[in-house]
């Protein structure tokens, strides 16, 4: 292989690389949520069975995950539309991903309580 033909994985990399799983992420949650949903209408019993299983510590994880994906995916797509879109935006693409690496942080830090804190109680108590 040619010498400079590499691609060396940097920041633009991972970028796309974690868009694009938190985009099956959040497809994945949304066909879950679709079929639980639909299971109110072929028995009610079946889905208060699969509701009362989401309400384990477990689950409030993975709702914290949830909320860590739909947030990236949403920022990151806003800075992939100013890279589009923008004259300036590739220019600035290093550093923009680094801001919504920033924000993302800033936001999911004051997503811990709300989020985790059902999940705490469940499993510590009050």
Known sequence: M???TLYRGREGMWSWVAHRVTGVTIFFFLFVH????????????AYDDVVSTYKTPLVGLMEYGLVA???????????????DFWSK????????????????LVLMLGAVYPVLGHAARELWGN
């Open 2 to 4: 040619p010498a400079g």
């Open 34 to 45: 679709v079929v639980d949903t639909a299971l109110v209408r072929v028995s009610p019993e």
């Open 69 to 83: 994906a739909v947030l990236f995916h949403a920022l990151n797509g806003l800075r992939v539309i100013a890279v």
């Open 89 to 104: 935006g590739p220019r600035y693409q290093k550093q923009m991903l680094w801001s919504v690496v920033g924000v993302w």
